[in-house]
């Protein structure tokens, strides 16, 4: 939709064939449409009619333009969003007589990007001046302004914020106090210290009281902060070990010695692979891990059965029978289904067989995946006997499987199924098609276009347009039986489509120029 239209209503005058009114309901209509269709970047067109002579329509305008303020979430877009703006020294009066004091915050917020260093300078005048915690964020986009004196007064103004009332706040935007740590204009390290300081040191109980209320990504700040200490407060400590978030408990470990033995039990049974590997090399680093690594040689993590296994490797120990006996136990099934594989241990797939029938999809996946390592042709027939099994996570599996390992076979029997199958199985079909792609599988996504359901028709035109983008790149001499296959399959499928009018434009256009 054309929006400048609509602009021009926005620059309509009154005329003396018109009311008041029935101007100011044409432009409301008007900012309306604009609202419900624009886009960010039309907030620069939009500035002007915050000097309406209509209160409604100042009003509207900025509101329009908050929400579209909301969808810019980058800092390169915001400025490349905002720096055309139309704002002159005078506009300040104006915005600040008829706006509210919140309204005019995000007013000064839009001008303190601007490209004139005038307005930016008066801009962060302003967002001190306002005292509002939401005027912290953009002050800190000024502290490196390619202009010195607008530097030096986003500085002063941050002093200015660091008081308790805006604590919160701070706290907010210390992503923003992180990043201006990597400027290169300027050196901006110490500010960010400063505040960092007056969080964590000058303010510890409040931030000791609200930790589990922050969001993820500050208390992943915050803790990356207070871990860079020689020593992490015993508070602090107890804090990160209950956190939700594995980054967050992972800081806890800087200080592994201040650890309690309880503590660093849980720490190697958490939840997180991770946070269980980062344990296990801190105690291999003191002590070693040859007491407990036994414990470990059937983690669900591969990086921890191998660690497990290398520490235990001069010890001659017979994983394979752990894992068999694990698995008649029912016990660490994943863990040891895996371990066999890894360890190459052919002889047991007898053991692994059953599992591939499991009711728990995870339990059937490893199995498979185990399986393509230590039998190909048990693999193979297995895939393509279940290629039409109704658990998904398995289908899925199995389809990436032949992604590299699709044969004649496989592909006659994914047409079949195809043409079967219900919805779902027709898309993991047509997903397969895609997977193997080059001139094998064409023809079948051609077919997908006249699917009786619209989802899937999309679906095999979205697969052509990555068709048409790869083929390029395979370098191989087409089959010719594939080639007369698809020209074919194009005809009908071309007719059909222009009967049926299920495209505006028919993702079949332009094809047949890669089947002479």
């Known amino acids: 939709m054309d929006l400048s239209s609509y602009f021009k209503i926005l620059n309509e005058k009154k005329s003396i064939f018109s009311s008041n009114n029935i101007l100011l309901d044409r432009k409301i209509k008007a900012l309306q449409i604009i609202r419900e269709n624009g886009y960010p970047s039309l907030i620069s067109s939009l500035i002007p009619y915050l000097k309406s002579d209509f209160k409604q329509i100042r009003e509207l305008t900025l509101f329009i333009i908050k929400e579209f303020l909301a969808k ?49 300078e008066k801009s962060v005048d302003e967002l001190i001046e306002v005292k509002d915690g939401n005027a912290i964020r953009f002050l800190i986009l000024r502290l490196s302004d390619w202009v010195e004196s607008i530097r030096d007064k986003a500085e002063m103004g941050i002093v200015q914020y660091k008081k308790t009332e805006f604590l919160l706040y701070l706290i907010q935007n210390l992503y923003l106090f992180e990043k201006i740590e990597k400027v290169e204009r300027v050196n901006l390290s110490q500010i960010s210290n400063d505040i960092f300081n007056f969080i964590i040191k000058e303010n510890e109980n409040y931030v000791l009281e609200n930790f589990s209320h922050f969001s993820e990504k500050e208390r992943i700040i915050l803790a990356k902060k207070i871990s860079c200490a020689n020593e ?3 508070s602090f400590k107890k804090i990160f070990l209950s956190d939700k978030n594995f980054i967050v408990r992972s800081f ?20 997180s692979s ?15 891990l040859a007491d407990i690594a036994i414990n470990f040689i059937d983690d669900n993590s591969k990086a921890i059965r191998e660690l ?25 099934g994943i863990g040891s289904i895996f371990g066999l594989s890894e360890i190459q241990s052919k002889e047991s797939i007898d053991s692994i067989i059953p599992y591939l029938n499991s009711k728990k999809i995870s339990f059937a996946k490893s199995a498979f995946a185990a399986l393509t390592t230590l039998d190909s042709n048990l693999a193979f027939s297995f895939a ?22 699709y044969t004649n076979e496989v592909l006659e029997k994914a047409r079949f199924i195809y043409k079967t199958g219900d919805f779902e199985l027709r898309k993991g079909m047509l997903k397969l098609f895609n997977s193997v792609g080059r001139y094998f599988a064409i023809s079948d996504l051609m077919i997908g276009t006249i699917d009786e359901n619209p989802i899937l028709r999309s679906l095999s035109g979205n697969y052509i347009e990555k068709w048409i983008l790869k083929i390029g790149s395979y370098f191989i001499e087409p089959n010719p039986n594939d080639i007369k296959n698809a020209k074919e399959i194009y005809k009908v499928v071309s007719e059909i489509l222009v009967e049926k009018k299920y495209f505006n434009k028919s993702p079949l256009e332009n094809l047949n120029f890669y089947f002479k």
């Open 72 to 120: 810019i979430d980058s800092k390169k877009q915001l400025y490349e969003t905002l720096r055309y703006a139309n704002f002159s020294i005078n506009d300040f009066v104006f915005f600040k007589n008829n706006f509210t004091n919140e309204q005019y915050l995000v007013i000064i917020q839009i001008s303190s990007q601007n490209r004139n260093g005038f307005i930016r």
């Open 232 to 234: 992490i407060p015993l």
């Open 252 to 271: 806890a470990l800087k200080n592994f010695e201040l650890l309690e033995n309880l503590e660093i039990e849980n720490l190697i049974n958490d939840n």
């Open 274 to 288: 991770k946070i269980r590997l980062q344990t296990l090399y801190e105690i291999e680093k003191r002590d070693g």
């Open 308 to 332: 497990a296994r290398f520490t235990l490797n001069a010890k001659k120990i017979d994983f394979a029978t752990i894992y068999i006996r694990n698995l008649k136990e029912g016990k660490n």
């Open 384 to 405: 393509l006997e279940n290629l039409d099994t109704n658990k998904v996570g398995l289908r899925n599996l199995i389809i990436k499987y032949f992604e590299k390992n």
